[in-house]
């Protein structure tokens, strides 16, 4: 979905190195999420954000952290990469409650810790 | 990604039957459920959504069914096409918690 880019798209780290995701939207929605993704697991919530001032963490919150730029921006970081963070990462948008809560995906990033 | 699917259950099908995608959720709070498709090398995309005080929900080609007794949540995709093959996922929410949770996800493979 092209209102909802992530850069890089593919990035490959060494263990112990510091890395930052970005997430960018133009849909212009308050609520921002990072998730991961690994085979057989479907997606895990890391990060959600409901608006600038607002951080909260989701099932897997260690090793990671976020910042909430500004509404349209979300980036994660991992602090010290190491190989079990090696997954697909996605960022996601959503409208308030009330207002339907489908949430919108970017295209994802493909990260390798060696 | 090329990852996606690995390890999770395929329902193989004919192109022009009817698919049935099943999931069972965990959580009797849930009032609010989507179906996603995830394309390999793409995020997933919204497919249909159904809140709890509805049993049955139909879109364009894609009918989603709700079973809060047993906790069940169906997806049937009529007339499959090849461009339906990808991973499907479940997702539910909790009004309290406002999290997406996502179920495992099954492949759905469509022979010519």
């Known amino acids: 979905d092209a209102d909802v880019t992530q850069t890089p798209r593919n990035r490959i780290t060494k263990t112990g190195k510091r890395i930052m995701l970005e997430c960018s939207q133009t849909?212009?929605?308050?609520?921002m999420y990072w998730y991961r993704q690994d085979p057989g697991l479907g997606l895990r919530l890391i990060y959600y954000?409901?608006?600038?001032?607002?951080?909260n963490k989701g099932e897997i919150s260690d090793g990671y952290s976020v910042s909430r730029q500004a509404q349209a921006k979300f980036s994660l970081s991992l602090e010290s990469a190491i190989p079990n963070q090696t997954a697909l990462y996605f960022c996601?948008?959503?409208?308030?409650?009330?207002?339907?809560?489908?949430?919108?995906f970017g295209p994802g990033t493909r990260l390798l810790v060696l | 990604g090329e990852n996606v699917g690995l390890h999770l259950p395929t329902l193989s099908v004919q192109e022009g039957d009817n698919s049935i995608i099943n999931c069972a959720y965990s959580n009797s709070a849930s009032d609010y459920f989507i179906w996603y498709k995830q394309e390999s090398g793409k995020g997933p995309q919204f497919i249909i959504d159904i809140r709890s005080n509805m049993d049955k929900r139909q879109g364009q080609r894609v009918t989603v069914l709700l079973n809060k007794t047993v906790k069940h949540l169906s997806l049937q995709i009529a007339a499959t096409q090849p461009g339906d093959s990808a991973v499907y996922f479940c997702a539910e929410i909790t009004d309290s918690s406002y999290k997406l949770i996502f179920g495992s996800g099954t492949r759905l493979l469509v022979r010519p």
């Open positions: 954000s409901f608006d600038v001032k607002d951080i």
């Open positions: 849909k212009g929605h308050d609520r």
């Open positions: 996601a948008t959503s409208t308030p409650r009330g207002a339907g809560e489908t949430q919108y």
